[in-house]
Nanobody
Framework: QVQLVESGGGLVQPGGSLRLSCAAS????????MTWYRQAPGKERELVAR????????NYADSVKGRFTISRDNAKNTVYLEMNSLKPEDTAVYLC?????????????WGQGTQVTVSS
């Protein structure tokens, strides 16, 4: 069955770094765009970073530009989020999403998330 499993979250001090991973299985990973979202308590889910299926194009939320980098390894069915210069406002559950649109069907899968806490 389809699975997206996030890992790499944890507690880190402001200014620190973390690398999140999302391992995919059960579908053809290489044809899906992959996106990292985050959701903080009491806030709406927001897009953090997205990468196209071949990894050619990426885009980022303004709040993370220059600090976060999304990448993928289609041979390993894994997408990554390198997070540097972390701030307390980056604290959230980070979720991995896989999406593919093949008219008229949209395929959309979610992981369960990994907690990132930035605090001294």
């Amino acid at each position: 069955q389809v699975q997206l499993v996030e890992s790499g979250g944890g507690l880190v001090q402001p200014g620190g770094s973390l690398r999140l991973s999302c391992a995919a299985s059960g579908f053809t990973f290489s044809v899906y765009a992959m996106t990292w979202y985050r959701q903080a308590p009491g806030k709406e889910r927001e897009l953090v970073a997205r990468i196209t299926s071949a990894g050619v194009s990426t885009n980022y939320a303004d709040s993370v530009k220059g600090r976060f980098t999304i990448s993928r390894d289609n041979a390993k069915n894994t997408v990554y989020l390198e997070m540097n210069s972390l701030k307390p406002e980056d604290t959230a559950v980070y979720l991995c999403n896989a999406r593919r649109y093949s008219f008229p069907v949209e395929y959309n899968y979610w992981g369960q998330g990994t907690q990132v806490t930035v605090s001294s």
